[in-house]
């Protein structure tokens, strides 16, 4: 069983920037895959980004490619999700995701939350223009 623990989320104004972590249990971090997803107000919840192993592979969401940056840190078991020039329209709860399935290399499949086994509780964002 695999743990997720979110902190960093909060309310800031539109441009500034947020530093989301996820804390994972177990002993096989470095193999997990994570993934980062958000859900807007009312909205479906969406990808926003994915990493595998040491952070060799990521892939970001069109929406925040080039302002979001996801990294890890597997000597700490930690993921972070790095996001710069927020946006009103980054406004969601945002979580992250774990699976130790491989990673397959359809990205219908590692861009879909049913993909993911284990999940955080979520941390709320918000931006103000």
């Known amino acids: 069983q695999v743990q997720l623990l979110e902190s960093g989320g909060g309310l800031v104004q539109a441009g500034s920037s947020l530093r989301l972590s996820c804390a994972a249990s177990?002993?096989?971090?470095?193999?997990?895959?994570m993934g980062w997803f958000r859900q807007p107000p009312g909205k479906e919840r969406e990808f926003v980004a994915v990493?595998?192993?040491?952070?060799?592979?990521?892939y970001y969401a069109d929406s925040v490619k080039g302002r979001f940056t996801t990294s890890r840190d597997n000597a700490k078991q930690t993921a972070y999700l790095q996001m710069n020039s927020l946006k009103p329209e980054d406004t969601a709860a945002y979580y992250c995701?774990?699976?130790?399935?491989?990673?397959?290399?359809?990205?219908?499949?590692?861009?879909?939350?049913?993909?993911?086994?284990?999940w955080g509780q979520g941390t709320q964002v918000t931006v103000s223009s």
């Open positions: 177990g002993r096989t971090f470095s193999s997990y895959v």
């Open positions: 990493s595998r192993g040491n952070g060799v592979f990521t």
């Open positions: 995701a774990a699976t130790t399935k491989p990673l397959p290399a359809a990205r219908s499949m590692w861009s879909s939350p049913q993909f993911y086994n284990y």
